[in-house]
């Protein structure tokens, strides 16, 4: 089974506002990343968040991590029509080996 | 830099047939992952490769798939016969030398397969 759920399935939002994608999953990790994907096309790295960092920002991008709870959230502010993509998270552990999460459809109307 | 590169972007083929598809990782990265995607279930890894040599298999599906990379810069996934249910996106994706504290995947733009 996949290791990442993310929540909510989808979410549709004005431009300019801010879009918020959770992320759980079930065993402990060294890392985790989120990715995006555009319609038809491969998988573009976002951020990456170790499991002893708590929060982590990159431009519009700022991700959270609770290793107690099993969960991570990536928020976009202010958000773009170009922001219009699936987001997925990944996980680690220890290996090479990512486990993707379900995804989250964006959609951001102008 | 190219980047990832798959070929073909798009394959058609009938039930039973062989259909290999294509990868070239970036220069320099030292591993090579092969993934599905399907709306059913989600994205899977395949199998993967850290300097030419498989790692982890436990992602095919069956002895129907094979994975192959015969050099650094070269690999292909070769399924044989083919069932409609083999009808995905398949994406090959590269990462630098972990030692590197690297771990971003950079994706192909993926094959579309369609099995009939």
């Known amino acids: 089974s996949q290791q990442g759920e993310e929540d909510p399935q989808a979410l549709s939002i004005q431009e300019g506002e801010n879009a918020t994608m959770n992320c759980s999953y079930k065993?402990?990790?060294?890392?985790l990343q989120w990715y995006r994907q555009n319609s038809g096309r491969g998988l573009v790295h976002l951020i990456l968040?170790?499991?002893?960092?708590r929060e982590k920002h990159s431009g519009r991008l700022r991700v959270t991590l609770d290793t107690s709870k099993k969960s991570s959230s990536l928020l976009i502010t202010a958000s773009r029509a170009a922001d219009t993509a699936s987001y997925f998270c990944?996980?680690?552990?220890?290996?090479?080996?990512?486990?993707f999460g379900t995804g989250t459809r964006l959609q951001v109307f102008p | 830099d190219a980047g990832v590169i798959q070929s073909p972007r798009h394959e058609v083929t009938e039930m039973g047939q062989e259909v290999t598809l294509r990868c070239k990782p970036i220069?320099?990265?030292?591993?090579l992952f092969w993934y599905r995607q399907t709306m059913m279930r989600g994205l899977e890894l395949l199998i993967y490769?850290?300097?030419?040599?498989?790692?982890?298999d436990s992602g095919m599906p069956e002895d129907r798939f094979s994975a192959k990379m015969p050099n650094a810069s070269f690999s292909t996934l070769k399924i044989q016969p083919s069932e409609p249910r083999d009808s995905a996106v398949y994406f090959c994706?590269?990462?630098?030398?972990?030692?590197?504290?690297?771990?971003?995947?950079?994706f192909g733009p993926g094959t579309r397969l369609t099995v009939t």
């Open positions: 490769f850290n300097n030419n040599v498989p790692i982890d």
């Open positions: 990944a996980t680690s552990r220890y290996t090479d080996k990512l486990i």
């Open positions: 220069s320099g990265h030292n591993s």
């Open positions: 968040i170790r499991s002893n960092e």
């Open positions: 994706a590269s990462r630098a030398d972990r030692a590197q504290s690297s771990y971003e995947q950079y």
């Open positions: 065993t402990s990790i060294n890392n």
